[in-house]
């Protein structure tokens, strides 16, 4: 279930719908409980979670409060600027970028999550063995807040890691050196 209203600028794509009770006196009380993720497929994305005692109650109450909780991520053509792996609950994703072209691999909530994320090249893995939908969406969405921006990945990668043959060589020429001073 998909939908966008011309005068809204989120879409929105209801994750689950799950009849909860609740015991009283009387007997028991069924009401529903909404998952729906909320996105505009431009790098904004965002989950709710609501119950009411109908379902197109749930899922109004929980898109509503899907718009409020809508975050930016940094994109960058097309795909995530760098791998990230993130846990909640029992649950853990991990997330890698993609050439362009090569589509969105990835299952379940983290797929629905990147895609109304507006991510359209990546590779995912739940790493967990948990099917709680909703804890995987939310582990999506923090390995989604945790990312850095492409032009702060890519300075982390130069700074850590030497690419060329010359740099390789001039650092285990520093690693030498300091082992002989410090055995000195």
Same mark, same amino acid.
């Given at each position: 279930m998909s939908g966008k209203s011309p005068r809204e600028e989120f879409d929105h794509s209801v994750l689950e719908i799950a009849r909860v009770t609740r015991v009283v006196k009387g007997g028991r009380r069924f009401r529903f409980r909404a998952i729906v993720v909320t996105g505009d497929r431009a790098g904004r994305v965002g989950i709710g979670v609501a119950k009411s005692s109908d379902v197109s109650g749930a899922i109004n109450k929980a898109? &509503?409060? /899907?718009?409020r909780s809508v975050f930016g991520i940094p994109i960058h053509e097309g795909t995530i600027p760098?791998? #990230?792996?993130?846990s909640f609950g029992a649950s853990s994703v991990m997330l890698r970028p993609a050439r362009k072209g090569r589509g969105l691999i990835?299952?379940?909530?983290?797929?629905t999550v990147c895609d &109304?994320? /507006?991510i359209h090249d990546l590779?995912?893995?739940?790493?967990?063995?948990s099917?709680?939908?909703?804890? #995987?969406a939310r582990a999506t969405l923090r390995a989604l807040q945790s990312l850095k921006p492409f032009h702060a990945a890519k300075k982390h990668n130069e700074t850590n890691k030497p690419t060329d043959i010359q740099g390789i060589e001039e650092e285990n020429k520093r690693q030498e050196e300091n082992k002989e001073e410090t055995h000195s």
């Open positions: 898109f &509503l409060r /899907g718009k760098h791998e #990230v792996r993130e990835a299952g379940g909530a983290v797929r &109304l994320a /507006g590779t995912a893995k739940v790493l967990s063995r099917g709680n939908k909703l804890n #995987v």
